[in-house]
């Protein structure tokens, strides 16, 4: 019996060891209808601020709309480096209002009809920055490291039918506390990584398994 229960604690030891090697996956998505018949020509749509960013923008803190820029042009040149074309944020902001599409949340259908309308776009990429904090120190040594997170959802056009979406929600684990997580980052985990980077990873991450999806 005595055995019995060792072997039974070891068997558990065992896979929580393994359960903290094997690393969660870079992002969490979802297909919800066939998604590769529309990855001809994407428009992504001006990125949302999550709550907390929203207010840091409305205090004038400028790092909120500079996170919302940059995750916009991370995802778009993501899109193009697979060979998709891509209609960037700017130009689909400026068809927004001149259709007079505006405030906090844009309908699907509507975005998608007029990037449609103004771009010829088969899909419309609509994102939302949910948390962006920059590394405190240097790729060295950081006392806090960077952590990101962020949503993105794509919709067909002119439909605005929902076809996939993805979340990435990470702040940056070292490599002595998660060897098999870190050694996916950029360097390989031997570094810490700006917010930008991190973003790019996670922008990365989601596009690839945009075009692999179904």
Same mark, same amino acid.
């Given at each position: 019996?005595?055995?019995?229960?060792?072997?039974?604690?070891?068997?558990?030891?065992?896979?929580?060891?393994?359960?903290?090697?094997?690393?969660?996956?870079?992002?969490?998505?979802?297909?919800?209808?066939?998604?590769?018949?529309?990855?001809?020509?994407?428009?992504?749509?001006?990125?949302?601020?999550?709550?907390?960013?929203? +207010? /840091?923008? @409305?205090?004038? &803190?400028?790092?909120?709309?500079? *996170?919302? %820029? !940059?995750?916009?042009?991370?995802?778009?040149?993501?899109?193009?480096?697979?060979?998709?074309?891509?209609?960037?944020?700017?130009?689909?902001?400026?068809?927004?209002?001149?259709?007079?599409?505006?405030?906090?949340?844009?309908?699907? +259908? /509507?975005? @998608?009809?007029? &990037?449609?309308?103004?771009?010829? *776009?088969? %899909? !419309?990429?609509?994102?939302?920055?949910?948390?962006?904090?920059?590394?405190?120190?240097?790729?060295?040594?950081?006392?806090?490291?960077?952590?990101?997170?962020?949503?993105?959802?794509?919709?067909?056009?002119?439909?605005?039918?929902?076809?996939?979406? @993805?979340?990435?929600?990470?702040?940056?684990?070292?490599?002595?506390?998660?060897?098999?997580?870190?050694?996916?980052?950029?360097?390989?985990?031997?570094?810490?990584?700006?917010?930008?980077?991190?973003?790019?990873?996670?922008?990365?991450?989601?596009?690839?398994?945009?075009?692999?999806?179904?």
């Amino acid at each position: 019996m005595a055995w019995k229960s060792v072997t039974a604690a070891l068997a558990l030891l065992v896979g929580t060891l393994l359960a903290c090697l094997r690393p969660p996956p870079v992002i969490e998505h979802h297909s919800y209808a066939p998604a590769k018949p529309l990855l001809t020509k994407i428009a992504v749509a001006p990125f949302y601020l999550g709550e907390r960013l929203r +207010r /840091s923008a @409305a205090e004038g &803190v400028a790092a909120a709309e500079d *996170a919302r %820029a !940059m995750m916009e042009r991370v995802i778009a040149e993501e899109i193009a480096a697979r060979v998709i074309e891509v209609v960037p944020a700017g130009d689909v902001k400026i068809a927004f209002v001149r259709e007079d599409i505006t405030g906090l949340r844009v309908k699907p +259908r /509507s975005g @998608a009809a007029v &990037v449609f309308e103004s771009f010829g *776009a088969t %899909a !419309m990429l609509l994102g939302e920055v949910q948390r962006f904090r920059e590394r405190a120190g240097t790729k060295r040594g950081a006392t806090h490291p960077a952590s990101v997170a962020f949503v993105v959802t794509l919709y067909a056009a002119p439909s605005g039918k929902r076809l996939w979406s @993805a979340r990435f929600d990470e702040t940056q684990a070292s490599f002595s506390e998660a060897p098999g997580r870190a050694r996916r980052y950029p360097g390989g985990g031997r570094r810490w990584l700006t917010a930008h980077e991190l973003a790019r990873f996670g922008a990365g991450a989601a596009v690839e398994a945009l075009v692999s999806s179904p």
